[in-house]
């Protein structure tokens, strides 16, 4: 007797794609996180830049404070919601355009090391090399004490952060797939090789280095906010994660909250990914078992 299929619930579409319940939490989080970056204008009480001296070193509401300032206020009486809100913005469009430019950098290095092979190889590979051997905590602190800090030049210190990885990852996947069979007759039909690698070679790799970059994006958005911290990265007025935790280190025993909520949010943003990424590793990488 035929009986009538009923549409999979939502816990069972997750099921399906092999989401663990704290992958679907983490999942959901970082969507937050995303909204509260877009739509800060809207979701922030205030500017993040407003003063209220009266006010100031307020507790949030739920620790004897009052529903004005939801969690409280720093040393110059700015609430530190509305500023947590802009310092999430700022400290994630970073993160992201720093990893971008170094996926985008470090795959078209891989390309160009894979495609012509010989001594251009042997020179990026040892660019790599150099890269990998040095910190790039170090790297950035080097460079932002020899030009000094803008946005422009902040951005591309945090983009070098991990950039030889997808140009070792990219180089690897090129080399193994532009041997395969589907590559060299495209090649013999006298394909050019802008359209071998865009039209062949990239989406083939592509899902290999949406992973990768899902990976080091934590990495990212820590070394931002480390360079923050040490008052190197995003300067006052401005605000990020980091800037807020490196302001309110000097208030932890008498105003823990200026300090401690952007910390949490650093640490839930960073591990939210990495957990994501985990998963999306597990699910692209044709190696694992999902049985």
Not at 6 to 35: E, K, Y
Not at 45 to 55: K, V
Not at 183 to 201: F, M, P, T
Not at 216 to 241: C, D, K, R, W
Request: aromatic share 8%; net charge neutral.
């Amino acid at each position: 007797m035929a009986t009538l299929e009923t549409p999979a619930p939502a816990q069972g579409r997750s099921a399906s794609l092999g989401m663990s319940p704290v992958v679907v939490i983490s999942t959901a989080f970082l969507f937050f996180m995303v909204c509260v970056a877009v739509f800060a204008e809207w979701l922030a009480p205030a500017h993040f830049t407003t003063q209220n001296l009266a006010a100031r070193l307020r507790p949030p509401m739920t620790v004897q404070g009052d529903f004005t300032y939801y969690l409280g206020t720093d040393q110059l009486g700015r609430d530190i919601l509305s500023r947590l809100i802009y310092a999430i913005r700022t400290s994630i469009l970073i993160a992201v355009l720093g990893t971008l430019i170094g996926a985008v950098v470090g795959t078209l290095l891989g390309f160009v090391a894979a495609r012509l092979r010989g001594l251009p190889d042997q020179a990026i590979m040892m660019l790599v090399d150099t890269q990998a051997a040095i910190p790039a905590l170090l790297l950035a602190l080097t460079m932002l004490a020899f030009f000094g800090n803008n946005v422009v030049l902040f951005i591309i210190l945090v983009s070098l952060d991990g950039w030889e990885k997808y140009t070792r990852l990219a180089r690897g996947l090129v080399v193994s797939e532009q041997t395969s069979d589907y590559i060299n007759a495209v090649e013999a039909l006298g394909a050019r090789s802008g359209r071998v690698i865009l039209k062949h070679l990239l989406p083939n790799i592509v899902a290999a280095l949406v992973v990768q970059a899902t990976l080091n994006f934590p990495g990212t958005i820590l070394l931002e906010t480390s360079l923050s911290f040490l008052g190197l990265g995003v300067q006052p007025p401005g605000t990020s994660l980091g800037l807020m935790l490196g302001e309110g280190r000097r208030y932890l025993l008498n105003a823990w909250w200026i300090a401690v909520f952007p910390g949490c949010a650093i640490f839930l943003t960073t591990l939210a990914m990495s957990l994501f990424g985990d998963w999306l590793r597990d699910r692209l990488d044709p190696t694992v078992d999902r049985g």
